[in-house]
Nanobody, 123 residues
Framework: EKQLVESGGGSVQAGGSLRLSCAAS????????LGWFRQAPGKEREGVAT???????TYAGSVKGRFTVTQDKARNTLYLQMNSLKPEDTAMYYC?????????????????WGQGTQVTVSS
């Protein structure tokens, strides 16, 4: 059984918006800190946003004020609303479930990864 399944990626022009979704198993959704990472070609994977079971969120500085992470507990689904997209946001985006927040927007002890969904922002 896949623990995390992303959807919603695509191509958009700079300034546009996209919403990513991540469907989780009930166990994963209720047992872990959830969040989003991204990895651009030739770069390391970086944390983007986290959300805990109480709805407390953290964001990486590069996306704060533009991205919003939310969760729907009835649907066991995590979302990432991305507004004012920039070409530098182009990356593969991964949903993750882990132990605790590290630096803002990232988590420590990732237990599960989604397969990733591509986001491409053109100038």
């Amino acid at each position: 059984e896949k623990q995390l399944v992303e959807s919603g990626g695509g191509s958009v022009q700079a300034g546009g918006s996209l919403r990513l979704s991540c469907a989780a198993s009930e166990h994963t959704f209720s047992s872990y800190l959830l969040g989003w990472f991204r990895q651009a070609p030739g770069k390391e994977r970086e944390g983007v946003a986290t959300i805990d079971s109480d709805g407390y969120t953290t964001y990486a500085g590069s996306v704060k004020g533009r991205f919003t992470v939310t969760q729907d507990k009835a649907r066991n689904t995590l979302y990432l609303q991305m507004n004012s997209l920039k070409p530098e946001d182009t990356a593969m985006y991964y949903c993750a479930a882990g132990a605790r927040v590290g630096y803002p927007g990232t988590m420590i002890g990732v237990a599960h990864w989604g397969q990733g969904t591509q986001v491409t922002v053109s100038s």
